[in-house]
T-cell receptor, first 110, second 113 residues
């Protein structure tokens, strides 16, 4: 079973700070997806990275896929309270199965 | 479009009781999934379906059953509830399997006491 390790597990920062969260594996993935989940709701897809070395930007969020396609990172610039949530990475676990990391729980304090 | 709708939102069961978690989607997606989310454990795949009439086991299928008689509906059945099944259950659908975004419902919070 392919595993995705996310770090840190918890992150609490002040509004305006920058942060990076990581998603690592010993396995190669054809693509990785990043989701954000707010309390009481289901995860919502933020981005899919497909090509090794790819960088995608979504406003203040920057996603990078490692050259070897084994890891990914999410960088948030000037975090805002609205960025608070659980950030999950996910990749193919074989045969139409998407496996998820345990997530990074981000709290941005005003 | 309503997207993926799950009912009920909350449920408390006694040990040994049974229930069905309902999931329906109006996006004409072929692929549907059931996940459970335990605190600090991420999402674990229970069962999935690639189309009407076809279902397959995920990582943690024991204690659960599913059926897929229509494209829209993918109910999850718990026959003999156990405390270990206390969790938040999410249903999801996608157009082209894992190569396309998963659309999640808002979950069912189940407590077994």
């Amino acid at each position: 079973t392919q595993l995705l390790e996310q770090s840190p597990q918890f992150l609490s920062i002040q509004e305006g700070e920058n942060l990076t969260v990581y998603c690592n594996s010993s396995s190669v993935f054809s693509s990785l997806q990043w989701y954000r989940q707010e309390p009481g709701e289901g995860p919502v897809l933020l981005v899919t990275v497909v090509t090794g070395g790819e960088v995608k930007k979504l406003k203040r969020l920057t996603f990078q896929f490692g050259d070897a396609r084994k890891d990914s990172s999410l960088h948030i610039t000037a975090a805002q309270p609205g960025d608070t949530g659980l950030y999950l990475c996910a990749g193919e676990g074989g045969s139409e199965k998407l496996v998820f990391g345990k997530g990074t729980k981000l709290t941005v304090n005003p | 479009n309503a997207g993926v709708t799950q009912t009920p939102k909350f449920r408390i069961l006694k040990i040994g009781q049974s229930m069905t978690l309902q999931c329906t989607q109006d996006m004409n997606h072929n692929y549907m999934y059931w996940y459970r989310q335990d605190p600090g454990m991420g999402l674990k795949l229970i069962y999935y379906s690639v189309g009407a009439g076809i279902t397959d086991k995920g990582e943690v299928p024991n204690g659960y059953n599913v059926s897929r008689s229509t494209t829209e509906d993918f109910p999850l059945r718990l026959e003999l509830a156990a405390p270990s099944q206390t969790s938040v259950y999410f249903c999801a659908s996608s157009l082209q399997g894992i190569d396309s975004p998963l659309h999640f419902g808002n979950g069912t919070r189940l407590t077994v006491t």
